[in-house]
């Protein structure tokens, strides 16, 4: 029929046309059906990575896809270049009947691809209710970190309520959390969604827990509705906790005087507030001495924040080294270092999801800048280099017991994140030339 190329072409072609006679007629042209599979799994869009099943879930056509894996057999867990599955397209799409389908005929249920994502993440991200819910029934994980947060901080921050209920009923634990700063009750106050906020705390979230964001009350402080105020407050949040500014200083900063009344007879004075009064807290909020204290007291946080993830870094305690630079982004969002920084340990750790997520924010602030690469130096590069000595290791393990599930998984998790994270500081031809 012609070149293995032509033929994967032509099947892309056929899948991607909605047109299932065309792919039968290929692969009676195929004189080896085994042949027919291995190009049908192994030939994929360039620019993508998908293959024919992922396009023919893509668009949702049943048939091509009933066609391709019961008829040819091809690998239902493929993967793009994101790591995505032919389930995570799925739930990208909406189709139900073809994510029943694929769940029914063996699909790995929570994959998880370069930015973190599963199909769960995708299906609530979509509001798709039914997706959820079977993913839900056949044992999606619930505690998976994503660039957009875990399937709880998802379904709170869109203010589903019903998904919510269903990830709590299942055990989704509220103090779950790491790539998103904000705390699943931060998240229902910032949705406003009271439903969600009262869900977690009779699911006993604790009301005083958050670290590089805000707390749930200060959050509270800011919005002009005060039920989320007091519904804190009655759960026992602390009103003189104090990240840079106490709760009732952030609700003075955006005029909010029903929140700093509600506030005011709970919160400890502040000694340097020359009238401890509602008008008089207002007042010195907008004036210019707290404008040079709040941007002397920024800068100190800062500079303590740099110094302490340094030491941390140094005495190779990276966790703690992540957390105070994730803090400090909280207070400077388009700092680079302190991303290029994290991306680097997280890396070391072994963490290449989040190593990959954190390049990806890097590039994305800044794409004009050149991009380094390894024998450039740089932090990304040297994530770059650090999750591939984990490859090669994971490489090794693999060689020596290849029939070995463990390894076997290892090695091409080692392997896409390496080859994601490349992606992200080499070109193509840089990656073929090594």
Not at 115 to 134: C, M, P, Q, S
Not at 167 to 182: K, P, Q, R
Not at 427 to 434: A, D, H, V
């Amino acid at each position: 029929m012609g070149s293995t190329s032509e033929i994967g072409a032509a099947i892309i072609e056929a899948g991607a046309s909605e047109d299932l006679n065309k792919l039968k007629a290929i692969r009676k042209k195929v004189d080896d059906e085994w042949e027919f599979r291995k190009i049908c799994d192994e030939y994929s869009d360039f620019s993508t990575g998908r293959n024919v099943l992922h396009r023919a879930v893509e668009i949702g056509h049943f048939e091509i896809c009933k066609f391709l894996i019961n008829n040819v057999k091809v690998y239902i867990d493929a993967l793009t270049y994101k790591k995505d599955t032919p389930l995570a397209e799925a739930a990208k799409g909406g189709h139900v009947k073809i994510a029943e389908f694929l769940i029914k005929h063996g699909a790995v249920i929570s994959l998880t691809n370069t930015e973190g994502f599963t199909a769960l993440h995708y299906a609530l991200l979509k509001d798709n209710k039914e997706i959820v819910e079977l993913l839900l029934v056949e044992g999606a994980l619930l505690e998976v970190d994503s660039a957009d947060g875990t399937p709880l901080q998802i379904a709170v921050s869109r203010g589903n309520v019903e998904a919510v209920r269903a990830l709590l009923f299942l055990g989704a634990d509220t103090s779950f959390y790491f790539e998103v700063s904000d705390t699943p009750l931060v998240c229902a106050v910032k949705s406003r969604s009271f439903e969600c906020l009262n869900l977690l705390l009779e699911a006993d979230a604790d009301a005083n827990l958050y670290c590089g964001g805000s707390s749930p009350l200060a959050s509270a402080a800011k919005e002009g509705d005060t039920k989320f105020l007091k519904c804190l407050l009655k759960a026992g949040a602390d009103p003189n906790s104090l990240d840079i500014f106490k709760p009732i200083e952030e609700a003075a900063m955006v005029h909010n005087r029903a929140a700093v009344e509600i506030l005011f007879p709970v919160t400890e004075r502040i000694a340097h507030y020359p009238n401890w009064t509602v008008d008089g807290i207002i007042e010195y909020i907008h004036s210019e001495d707290f404008r040079t204290m709040s941007e002397e007291k920024l800068t100190m946080e800062l500079t303590e924040l740099k110094l302490g993830g340094m030491h941390d870094a140094s005495s190779k305690e990276y966790y703690q080294a992540i957390l105070k630079y994730k803090m400090a982004s909280h207070l400077d969002p388009s700092n680079l270092t302190f991303i290029s920084k994290r991306s680097l340990w997280e890396a070391h750790l072994g963490l290449g999801s989040y190593a990959v997520i954190d390049a990806l924010k890097w590039i994305r602030l800044r794409p004009d800048l050149p991009v380094p690469v390894p024998h450039h130096g740089g932090d990304i590069a040297a994530a770059a280099n650090e999750i591939f000595k984990k490859f090669l290791m994971a490489g090794l393990a693999f060689s020596l017991d290849p029939y070995n599930d463990e390894t076997c998984r290892a090695f091409g998790f080692a392997l896409f994140d390496y080859f994601a994270l490349s992606c992200q500081i080499r070109s193509p031809f840089e990656i073929l030339e090594m």
